[in-house]
């Protein structure tokens, strides 16, 4: 699994947010389309909610791409 790690100057950022400022999502709604489908995971679960606060620590996965938040 490729690693990418993001850093983040505020609390949190939305789920579909990350997706696009990491580049695993081009648009807002691949970003969408992604987290629906059941394709993401945090923190090692499925989430489906779009718009889930990500905080520094949380690990979010989509394919072979894990984003570790700083």
Do not use: H, P
């Amino acid at each position: 699994m490729k690693q990418i790690e993001i850093s983040i100057t505020t609390e949190f950022i939305k789920l579909d947010s990350l997706l696009k400022f990491s580049g695993l999502a081009d648009t807002g709604g691949i970003a969408k389309e992604l987290v629906q489908n059941g394709e993401v995971t945090v923190n090692g679960e499925v989430c489906t909610m779009r718009g889930k606060k990500i905080r520094s620590g949380d690990k979010v996965a989509v394919d072979e791409y894990e984003v570790i938040v700083l």
